[in-house]
């Protein structure tokens, strides 16, 4: 379904509200024409051993990004048991607590120059086999079209999240302008 771009809306916050404000304000979001839909995902980037998040929510015509308490998980000593459980299950967590409808991992290449790592795999398989959370890999084909056609509306310093998050932004975004 193609969405129509209507407007910005940019919503100022207080500043004591975790200090994310910019000098124009945080970006909570644009408008776009849909009905009455609701959905709440957290785009993801796999890099190394790292789990790098963005949440991102889609209601009443209107994304946003909410705060979140955490926005890199990281798998330390993959070759334990006791660790793989620990990340799967603060991922878990995390998706119950902020209540995450889906995971969207960006996909990363399994050969060639710049395949993933093996410790990136189980990442991904880790999170795929949360039983309370549907997980969905988005090929970069996929997003590039959907980028091409509705692309980002705003810049991404203006959003407020950190520059090592604007891939799982990208992510996040690309599958909600489905």
Request: glycine share 8%; charged share 25%; with cysteine.
């Amino acid at each position: 379904m193609q969405h129509d771009l209507l407007r910005f809306y940019i919503r100022r916050k207080a500043a004591k509200n975790l200090g994310r404000l910019s000098a124009h304000g945080i970006m909570t979001g644009y408008c776009v024409q849909t009905g009455g839909f609701t959905m709440r995902i957290c785009g993801v980037d796999i890099t190394g051993n790292d789990a790098i998040l963005c949440l991102m929510e889609f209601k009443d015509g209107l994304m946003s990004l909410p705060d979140c308490r955490t926005v890199r998980v990281q798998l330390v000593k993959d070759q334990e048991l006791e660790n793989m459980r620990k990340f799967q299950f603060a991922m878990a967590k995390l998706a119950e607590d902020y209540k995450i409808e889906k995971f969207v991992i960006r996909e990363r290449a399994q050969k060639g120059k710049f395949s993933g790592s093996a410790v990136g795999f189980k990442i991904e398989a880790a999170l795929q086999l949360i039983p309370t959370v549907d997980t969905v890999i988005a090929t970069n084909a996929a997003m590039k079209l959907k980028l091409a056609a509705n692309p980002i509306p705003i810049d991404f310093k203006e959003t407020g999240l950190k520059g090592f998050q604007e891939v799982a932004f990208t992510t996040a975004y690309a599958y909600l302008i489905n």
